[in-house]
């Protein structure tokens, strides 16, 4: 039999479903459709698609076919696809308190957020798994969200360490330090990146251009800007944006 325990959240209540091991948190339609289609298919597995029915909350909510649930398993690797349903909810319930209207709420919710991103987190395997940049990044967030931003770059420098040639490891630093103005620091962990990577990344440089940009250093947000272009990069974005800025290519 499922367990079903009422806890705070934006509107006043949520479930969670116990079905064996894996705690079935229902999300609503707009949820579903928004959460990554790893999300979908281990749900699916798990069972926990067929409660979010049983519990009339499923609103048009459908598991996923047997082939996607094959095709994510062998994406992500099996432990990794294993584990991924407890970093889903993290996902949720961070969003979740993003929305909260009460501080009890979105407490609650950063607490549930990152109990299931933590419990991913500690058995994925760090080295190869590639879920590991967005999940030290979720978790970062909400280390932030609680007031814990020494403990919140840790785990993005963690995830560096463990997958130094991995480009989004230091993509998600860069983009959590540049949502904080922390331009410099960002621009540092791209050169960094760049350095570790042995290559012009177009995207890294991409990334670095813009951030130059916002903190008003027309110079080197050209000059990344050349390179990305010269690396690869076709998009129209960074030239709009230095046109815009009054400081084009």
Known sequence: MCKIRILPFVFGAYCVVF???????????????????YCKARTTKAGDVANYAKHGSSGGIKPVSATAIRRWENRLGSVTFLHVHHACYGFLLRNRARMARTE??????????????SYAYVRIPKE???????????IAEVKHAQGKSWEAVKYLDDAIRYQPKNVYVYREKANYLINRGE???????????????????KSLLTLMSSAALKANDYESAREYARRAYAAGYKGKKLKKMLEKSGHPL
Do not use: F, V
């Open 19 to 37: 079905s064996g091991a894996s705690p079935g948190l229902e999300p609503t339609l707009i949820e579903w459709h928004t959460w990554p289609a």
């Open 104 to 117: 009890q709420a979105r407490d609650a919710n950063l607490r549930g957020a990152l109990s299931e991103l």
């Open 128 to 138: 190869r798994s590639p879920l590991l940049p967005k999940i030290s990044r979720e």
């Open 183 to 201: 331009y410099g620091p960002a621009i540092d962990t791209l050169k960094y990146g760049i350095d570790r990577l042995g290559k012009e990344d």
